[in-house]
């Protein structure tokens, strides 16, 4: 993001090691050999805990993270680095620069983090044997894991953030802050709105946070299914966390400023966090498939180490997902402009508010973009289809019934969210009106994370088992 005096830095040059030309060889084979160790050593623990039930502990759930960290660790840094030895091409792209200090910075941090865990985990193993297998649970398990990657990519992208307003030439002037002009509402109208939004916030955040607690408390949850909404549930509580907070502020106090930095980390938990409902309403699709198609086998199928890893993918790609179009967006300038037409920092508005050639930025789009938006709407279309043909092969009143009612108001906010999605990231530009944006983003990022709760969660008996044992357990204790 800068203005039309600045004089952009394409490449930097890595000296490399200071060795001699004619150790180069032996230099190269050597830290060859160390990566290949690094590399095979870790995935052999990794697939010795995968295939052996019996390392299906704590311990070794952690240790596996660990493997996974050092070997991405590696792969950040010592190829490219063995790439200069053998080529003596020392050059490296500016987003090739930042993009490795982010993940470098990221195992860097994911690797402390994961150290400190393991030694809790052995702590409770050595202190406390006997409450050891109550304490380290696998929701505990997971809860660690999932903080430490979440601490560690918020931690990388601070530093990049920050780095990226420092790597420019003197003789530019950046833009320091934009203007949210939040929705296109009366003066006199604006406590209405307040009110709504404010509700419909609390209705999200408290909504799902009850979904989190009800799964947690009761172990009847602890399947699956209920495993995959927890995560849903936390990724609706972000998704809507990190707009509507910031738009009820504005509309309180009439401040529309948004500093530089604030609206690029804005507009990458968005894309972190719209990502990963995709993702996870596509692997709750896949599990409901299972679960109706292969009932015998769901257990086999479905087991903790694939559920685990399917979060997991989901929270990598969806990284590197909103890692790529917040860099390339960095690399854009703006010229006197800086009012955003919309209550949050959305890419697509950026984009058409920049004075850079934007190519590239729309090919990632709708090329990277697309496809991800594609593979898990195919996934959860499929999925609906197939339990269809299931259902209609017996058919029964109550059944289809009941079948209707359930994948109808799925399909329902399935077709919102995609449809809005589809609207404002591919199609916007063939809307003749702003109003039909702004209403379109706040279908996909108000609306639809407070619907799930209800839809996929507390219309479900099990989750209304357990919230009645819960108020029951509530009450007594009063």
């Known amino acids: ?92 792209p500016y987003a090739g620069c930042i993009a490795q200090m982010y993940f470098f910075l990221l195992f860097v941090c994911l690797d402390n983090f994961l150290l400190a865990v393991m030694a809790y985990d052995r702590y409770m193993a050595i202190c406390q044997p006997l409450h050891y297998t109550t304490i380290m649970r696998e929701g505990l398990c997971v809860l660690l894991v999932a903080g430490s990657w979440f601490f560690s990519c918020v931690h990388a992208l601070l530093h990049t953030l920050l780095l990226s307003r420092l790597m420019k030439r003197e003789n530019q002037s950046s833009v320091s802050e934009f203007l949210l002009l939040g929705l296109p509402i009366r003066p006199e109208q604006q406590g209405v709105f307040f009110a709504l939004f404010l509700g419909m916030y609390l209705t999200t955040v408290l909504g799902n946070l009850l979904i989190i607690l009800l799964i947690r408390l009761d172990l009847r949850l602890h399947t699956p299914m209920y495993f995959f909404l927890s995560h849903l549930a936390f ?85 590197i997902h909103a890692l790529l179009h917040t860099l390339l967006l960095v690399q854009l300038y703006f010229c006197a402009e800086n009012t955003i037409p919309n209550f949050f920092c959305d890419l697509p508005v950026l984009l058409k508010m920049s004075c850079s050639d934007i190519s590239i930025n729309e090919l ?68 003749d009106s702003n109003d039909k944006y702004i209403v379109a983003s706040v279908i996909y990022a108000v609306v639809t994370p407070m619907l799930n709760p209800f839809i996929y969660s507390l219309r479900n008996r099990d989750i209304k088992r357990a919230l009645e044992i819960f108020l029951n357990r509530a009450n007594f204790l009063k």
């Open 1 to 92: 993001m800068r203005r039309e005096n600045q004089s952009s830095l394409s490449e930097f040059l890595l000296l490399g090691l200071p060795i001699q030309p004619e150790h180069q060889g032996v230099f190269f084979a050597l830290f060859l050999g160390v990566y290949l160790i690094t590399v095979l050593g870790n995935l052999l623990i990794l697939l010795l805990i995968r295939l052996d039930s019996r390392l299906h502990t704590p311990m070794y759930f952690f240790l596996s993270h660990l493997a996974f960290s050092d070997v991405s660790f590696s792969s950040v840094t010592v190829p490219k680095m063995l790439v200069n030895m053998q080529t003596q091409d020392q050059s490296i």
């Open 235 to 319: 990724t609706d509580v972000s998704f809507s966390s990190v707009t509507i907070p910031k738009m009820l502020m504005n509309m309180h106090t009439q401040q529309q400023s948004i500093l530089y930095v604030e609206c690029l980390s804005q507009m990458y938990f968005f894309i972190l966090f719209g990502c990963l409902d995709n993702f996870l309403l596509a692997v709750m699709a896949y599990d409901r498939y299972v679960a109706i198609w292969q009932p015998l086998h769901y257990t086999t199928v479905m087991r903790q180490e694939l559920c685990i890893s399917l979060v997991a993918v989901s929270w990598f790609f969806c990284c």
């Open 364 to 431: 990632v789009i709708f090329t990277e973009g697309g496809m991800l938006f594609i593979l898990p709407l195919s996934i959860i279309l499929g999925s609906y289809i197939h339990i269809g043909t299931i259902v209609l092969r017996v058919p029964s009143t109550k059944r289809l019934f009941k079948a209707f009612s359930t994948c109808g108001s799925h399909l329902f906010v399935v077709s919102l969210y995609y449809g809005t999605l589809a609207g404002v990231y591919f199609f916007s530009s063939l809307w």
